[in-house]
């Protein structure tokens, strides 16, 4: 029966088998060219830009709650809750709330997009890149020639392994390009 059914035959020609390319020409070529034409250089920004601060801000917030419920209150604990709130707040609204969402690479030219922005970025306007990879997502940071409408600095994650020290392949070929 199964058979049958992968093998079934069009309208026009009952021995001929039903495929991709008789059945649907013009979406095939539609998906062929998009995907020729860029290819995605980076990695969604949902873990960095919502779960890992709600799981840090939530954490944070628990110690704040414990620190005030409790009888005596340790003005050294206040101390230290407020420096790491302000480091991570700072850390997270200079490095991680700026990143890109998208990022494509076109060829001859990169699309960047941050929230509802977009804008295309010729290789010849990037000045530096800077490749992070201390932190998990890392990222790599472009500094460019001229102001955009995203910003003069482009901050996007890649796609890593987790636990990997070579440099990925991103990264390699976005310095050959620009360096």
Known sequence: MAKMILSSATATDPKQPLTFPTFLPFLQQIILLVHSASTKISQPSTYPKLVAPIFYF????LFWALQFASEKLSYLWIGILSFITIVF????????????????????????????RSTE????????MEYFWSGYPRSVALKLKRDTPIGKKIIFFIPTRFFSIKIPDVVERLDARIG
Request: proline residues 5%; negative net charge.
């Open 58 to 61: 939530g954490l944070i917030a």
């Open 89 to 116: 707040v700072q850390l997270f609204v200079s490095n991680v709330w700026p990143a890109a969402d998208e990022v494509h690479d076109l060829g001859d030219r990169l699309l960047v997009r941050r929230g509802s």
């Open 121 to 128: 970025v010729p290789f010849g306007d990037i000045s530096s």
